[in-house]
């Protein structure tokens, strides 16, 4: 991204005005994203000095009146902030882990599979859930796990055993949404992977037959270690927004009960109440402020420890 | 397992040998299994959408289907109005949206493509740094809400997601591949940067485009949480939300029963909620075997580092 020389940098500082001239319509073929970003992204960031501030209406964001830390001590008080940090990182490291099993799992065994119509239709299949939407993901958990209808407890019932009724058990959640989130989510994933082994010399592979391989080691020794680069790029764009739950999946599936909020909050459905429920606007903006400092030194830390272990895989 | 000398023809057919024969096996039954558990849902809701009202009550949800009956969808559709409104602002912000999405990423992506563009690094880190750093919801809500007025408005549900850094990044790398000569001896010909873009790039770029439609039409239609945030008319809702307020809420269903003229017992609210699912995901399902093909060669375009 950043290659050029100091020299030429100096160069081009010296004639702004003539690239201005010489390039003038390109920038303005860029005007339309950079006004989109500065509206809906830099202008917001300055927003962040809502977290220190007592929202008046009359005020706005920049004219309402300085409370110092007291959203925070607020936060501190309601003592829900590290609960839902410990759930949005706990999912979020289920999700990483399990989604690169999973995904480069299924993405090296279809390449290994004999029958290409086999193949083709269980790509099909698996991608299907990718296209529905969490409120649609939301009436298929209903009709599952319903306590009086869903088809779960009707094979229970069919079975002689007792109903389960999840919606009063928030022991059993992290299972039920790291499934769902497999579900939805793997095969889109494995499309990624599969590319990538598709993507390979296969004369390395005929070569590694010829040389007296099996099927195990040629995945061992070659397979997998071509598909690191893709993994990495995967799992630190994860790493980085690992204070950052997925909203839909969880505001869906939960609803609003608070039974289940132990098992079940993640900061961004707690920002969410905070802000749309209880209006509490200095508050939802603390908890905002927190997530992305979070966020951006988390992303940071881990882009620079990668660039230290091998600088290919950076992201920038 | 020992391999015998092998022909050198006879490398590209699959030789059974026993290793190749357990990863067989166990990719039948690996992949098999997940393929059917992503299909058993859907199969779920459709055999619960077109059975009686009656038996699903007495019954509960069915694995099999025993009764036959079209109820659902008829009461779906019974007060036509709501249900096709919501259809037609789906439709619309689908279009609209995925139109200006896709100009925005292709346009942006050639800017910063152009190797003769001088501020190119600046700009690209300028929209990548935002993928980095946000303020957070609620300065981005109070933005929209406060100062661009989105309360009930339409571009409310286009402006949240008109514009993507990362399909941007896509963009520029997958036009980055394509040779700057074309660029250069239209320049030496006196064609301008737009023209350029519109006539020259645009039409190199259709697995680009197709992949970035899909992407950006997927959003918009399955798009909830927006409509949710800004909308309050009930005009104004979108698909989703609209199928989220019915299984939400009872008393949303009440509504719509009394509006129909039917009393409240005998409304097959369990079966209408499964119904409504299938109206919500419909097209975009149906849509899906003709798109699968580009999305595979996409997801490709997607994967490569920006």
Redesign the interface.
């Known amino acids: 991204m950043r290659k050029d020389s100091s020299l030429t940098r100096v160069h081009k500082k010296a004639s702004l005005a003539h690239n201005l001239r010489k390039h003038w319509l390109l920038f303005v073929m860029l005007l339309p994203a950079v006004i989109y970003v500065i509206i809906f992204s830099y202008v917001p960031m300055t927003g962040i000095v809502l977290a220190f501030k007592k929202y008046q209406h009359a005020g706005g964001i920049y004219f309402s009146p300085w409370n110092g830390l007291k959203n925070f001590r607020f936060l501190m008080v309601a003592g829900k902030l590290g609960m839902a940090t410990r759930n949005t990182i706990l999912y979020n490291l289920a999700f990483i882990v399990l989604g690169v099993l999973f995904e480069m799992g299924s993405a090296i065994l279809l390449n290994e599979l004999v029958s290409k119509r086999f193949k083709k239709l269980s790509q099909t299949f698996m991608f299907l859930p990718y296209f529905i939407s969490w409120v649609v993901a939301g009436a298929i958990m209903y009709n599952i796990f319903n306590y009086e209808r869903g088809v779960f407890n009707h094979i229970v019932r069919a079975l002689g055993g007792t109903p389960f009724d999840l919606y009063n058990s928030p022991g059993a959640w992290p299972f039920v949404i790291i499934l769902l989130k497999l579900w939805k989510g793997t095969g889109y994933g494995s499309v990624v992977y599969l590319a990538a082994i598709t993507g390979l010399d296969q004369e390395m592979f005929e070569a590694a037959t010829i040389d007296g391989t099996n099927a195990w080691q040629r995945i061992r020794y070659i397979t997998i270690p071509s598909l690191v680069p893709t993994m990495m790029i995967l799992v630190l764009l994860a790493i980085g927004n690992i204070f950052r739950g997925d909203f839909g999946l969880f505001y869906q599936t939960v609803k609003s009960s608070a039974l289940l909020q132990p098992a079940t909050e993640i900061i961004d459905t707690y920002v969410f109440k905070l802000l749309i429920n209880d209006g509490n606007i200095g508050v939802s903006a603390a908890v905002g402020l927190y997530q992305s400092v979070l966020c951006f030194i988390t992303i940071n830390l881990a882009n620079w420890l990668v660039k230290r272990v091998q600088p290919d895989y950076a992201l920038y | 397992?020992?391999?015998h000398a092998?022909h050198p023809k006879r490398?590209n057919r699959?030789i059974w040998?026993r290793?190749?024969i357990?990863?067989?096996i166990?990719?039948?039954v690996?992949?098999?299994l997940?393929?059917?558990?992503?299909?058993f849902?859907?199969y779920?809701?459709i055999v619960?959408s077109i059975t009686p009202e009656a038996s699903?009550?007495r019954?509960?949800?069915?694995?099999i289907p025993t009764e036959f009956s079209l109820q659902s969808y008829a009461l779906c559709l019974k007060n036509p109005e709501s249900v096709l409104r919501a259809y037609g602002n789906t439709i619309m912000v689908t279009v609209i949206g995925t139109f200006l999405s896709v100009w925005?990423a292709t346009?942006?992506g050639?800017?910063?493509s152009?190797r003769?563009?001088?501020?190119r690094?600046f700009?690209?880190?300028?929209?990548?740094f935002?993928t980095?750093?946000?303020?957070?919801?609620?300065?981005?809500?109070?933005?929209c809400t406060?100062y661009?007025a989105f309360k009930n408005h339409y571009y409310a549900l286009i402006?949240?997601m008109?514009?993507s850094?990362w399909n941007?990044i896509i963009a520029k790398s997958f036009i980055g591949g394509i040779p700057a000569a074309i660029t250069e001896s239209a320049k030496i010909d006196g064609a301008?940067?737009?023209t350029i873009?519109l006539k020259l790039i645009i039409p190199l770029c259709k697995p680009l485009i197709a992949t970035l439609s899909l992407f950006a039409a997927?959003a918009f239609?399955?798009?909830?949480?927006n409509c949710m945030?800004f909308m309050t008319d009930e005009t104004r809702y979108n698909l989703?939300?609209y199928?989220?307020r019915m299984?939400?809420s009872a008393a949303a269903m009440k509504i719509v029963a009394e509006k129909s003229g039917i009393d409240l017992p005998s409304v097959p609210l369990?079966g209408m909620?499964?119904a409504m699912?299938i109206v919500?995901?419909g097209p975009?399902?149906l849509l899906?075997?003709f798109v699968?093909r580009y999305?595979?060669k996409g997801?490709?375009i997607?994967?490569v580092?920006g």
Request: glycine content about 6%.
């Open positions: 397992m020992s391999m092998v490398l699959r040998t290793d190749a357990a990863i067989n166990l990719g039948y690996f992949i098999g997940f393929a059917l558990m992503c299909l849902p859907f779920l809701i619960a699903l009550i019954n509960g949800y069915p694995l925005l346009m942006t050639y800017v910063l152009r003769d563009f001088p501020y690094n700009f690209s880190f300028f929209f990548f935002t980095l750093f946000s303020g957070g919801l609620v300065p981005w809500y109070m933005m406060r661009l402006l949240p008109m514009f850094v941007t301008n940067d737009f873009y997927l239609w399955n798009d909830w949480y945030l989703q939300y199928l989220q299984l939400g369990e909620k499964m699912t919500a995901t975009i399902v899906y075997p699968q999305f595979v997801l490709t997607g994967a580092k």
